[in-house]
């Protein structure tokens, strides 16, 4: 399907953009050609499977909010940053991206949109991010030089505005750590409301042995309509460790995955998702093996109850003559009650021999034994529930770092805590 005809002008646009933060003028041609892919090309077809189960037009903003953030209407949006001396003194850098395209030029025009830029297959892939590179108003960069070990996280929290008129954001984070350095990042979004159309944006570039921890936190108005898109680029003998928490917004469709682009490369993702009301979950994952000798696995936790619908797509790709690469995928679903819905569809495409892959996928209910059990020795019915939940979800954090676990822990707890659990239906075991 062909996307609508519209009046914006792409050029105009860029140009609104670029004169508002003051950015170098040669970023429009950038801009430009990223708003024509989007205008231009196709709305994504439902027939592809990845959007089966989402309608695209729940993420496309009207003329009017698109000219609105072009142009700088409603209240300005800017991350804060938490970034501790001690990584300053290493020449860390974590600033705005507009500024950043001046102060860092050759950084930010050699990584920003090479993973995520501003093409769209015909199937309509991508459109969505090109959307992004084209608009994008609230940014960060974070540049993490060779061999610096950043031992405390740097923290980039993103408060969405909570206003009645339409609005369309895009935010972007832009993330490279050089050869053998080592840092933990804490990407966190929150606020909003039904007004609120979010697009993100995040790219990571990690050089040969570096290491790094990506944390994406998303705590959003359960009016918001999310569009997020993660992709790392993972050289020789690198490990990039991603944990996604997924625990607001009303839609969200989120596409997260990691390029393999040399031997010993090893990818890491863990994930949790709480869903309750109508809340609807859409999360795609992408591990590419572009290598041979290179590692990933994946676990991906949901929670589901009321009338709340996830769906999990998670695609491993090992590349031709790429012997000796290993990838684990598990997605498990926890069902609190009849009206939740969960959908779990693990893809492999193998094209070389001498690999070992295994992927599996569960959907279940409450074992009403466990409860009982939790209940004889004297825990009332909610609080035995929330226990098991808290135990589902604790195998995922139990692999993280001391620091990040009890952070992330925090965020379940506080979850967890807020779920009302009423009595079963007549004849519905305890």
Not at 150 to 155: E, G, L
């Amino acid at each position: 399907m062909m996307a609508a005809e519209s009046l914006l002008d792409p050029k105009s646009l860029a140009e609104s953009v670029v004169r508002r933060h003051g950015a170098p003028f040669h970023t429009i041609e950038a801009r430009r050609t990223a708003l024509e892919a989007y205008l231009e090309g196709p709305v994504p077809d439902r027939v592809q499977h990845l959007w089966r189960y989402t309608d695209p037009a729940l993420f496309t903003p009207s003329d009017a909010a698109l000219e609105g953030a072009a142009r700088g209407a409603g209240e300005p949006v800017r991350p804060r940053i938490d970034l501790s001396s001690e990584a300053s003194a290493q020449g860390v850098r974590a600033i705005d991206l507009h500024e950043a395209a001046v102060a860092l030029p050759e950084v930010v025009s050699t990584h920003l949109g090479k993973l995520l830029g501003g093409t769209v297959t015909p199937q309509g892939f991508g459109k969505f991010e090109a959307l992004n590179l084209g608009l994008w108003s609230s940014g960060t960069l974070i540049h993490v030089p060779r061999r610096a070990q950043v031992a405390k996280p740097i923290h980039v929290t993103l408060t969405a505005p909570h206003e009645a008129a339409e609005r369309f954001l895009a935010t972007r984070l832009l993330v490279v750590v050089e050869e053998g350095a080592e840092v933990t990042i804490v990407d966190e979004c929150e606020g909003g409301s039904e007004a609120l159309k979010l697009n993100s944006v995040a790219e990571v570039f990690l050089g040969q042995a570096a290491r790094a921890q990506y944390v994406s936190v998303q705590r959003l108005h359960k009016g918001v309509a999310y569009h997020v898109a993660q992709r790392a680029s993972v050289a020789r003998d690198a490990h990039l460790l991603t944990a996604i928490a997924s625990l607001g917004s009303g839609m969200t469709k989120s596409d997260f995955g990691s390029h393999l682009r040399g031997p010993g490369a090893n990818v890491e993702l863990f994930g949790f998702l709480f869903g309750e009301s109508k809340q609807h979950f859409d999360h795609h994952t992408l591990h590419s093996h572009e290598a041979g000798k290179s590692y990933s696995n994946l676990d991906f936790k949901v929670v589901l109850k009321d009338r709340a619908r996830s769906t999990y797509t998670g695609l491993i790709r090992i590349e031709p003559g790429c012997p000796d690469s290993e990838a684990y995928q598990e997605n498990r679903n926890l069902l609190l009650n009849d009206g939740a819905r969960a959908e779990s569809i693990p893809e492999l495409e193998i094209l070389t021999d001498e690999v070992k892959c295994t992927h599996g996928a569960t959907v279940g209910t409450l074992d009403a034994q466990h409860v009982f059990y939790l209940m004889s020795r004297g825990i009332d019915r909610a609080e035995a529930i929330r226990l098991i939940v808290g135990g589902f979800i604790e195998p995922t954090l139990s692999r993280l770092d001391a620091d990040l676990r009890e952070r992330l822990r925090r965020h379940v707890e506080e979850r967890v805590k807020d779920l009302y659990f009423a009595r079963p239906r007549v004849g519905q075991s305890e």
